[in-house]
């Protein structure tokens, strides 16, 4: 059975760094996932997507953290990243990772990992 791992959360101070990493523990052949992505949940909130990557490398960010987070894959090992720098306050919240396969059959979902920024 597949699963994604998510790591790197943690409770940081406003205009500090930290690195996620996600990668699959089960079995998954690497060039069968195109997309990967990172989602986040605050409380009381619904998911809100952060940012993804195309296997050709195309990267996509939502306007709040554009210029602050950078989202990066590794292929070989089938692991996404998302290195958050001047962290805020409002970043706080549980991040997920999701790897989709090029139709969109097979859709994974890490458990999360928390996130918090205090001011």
């Known amino acids: 059975q597949v699963q994604l791992v998510e790591s790197g959360g943690g409770l940081v101070q406003a205009g500090e760094s930290l690195r996620l990493s996600c990668t699959s523990s089960?079995?998954?052949?690497?060039?069968?996932?195109?997309?990967m992505g990172w989602y986040r949940q605050a409380p009381g909130k619904q998911r809100e997507w952060v940012a993804d990557?195309?296997?050709?490398?195309?990267?996509n960010y939502a306007d709040s953290v554009k210029g602050r987070f950078t989202i990066s894959r590794d292929n070989a090992v089938n692991t996404v990243y998302l290195q958050m720098n001047s962290l805020k306050p409002e970043d706080t919240a549980d991040y997920y990772c999701r790897f989709q396969d090029w139709n969109g059959n097979n859709d994974y979902w890490g458990q999360g990992t928390q996130v918090t920024v205090s001011s």
């Open positions: 990557i195309r296997r050709g490398g195309t990267t």
């Open positions: 089960g079995s998954i052949f690497s060039a069968s996932i195109n997309f």
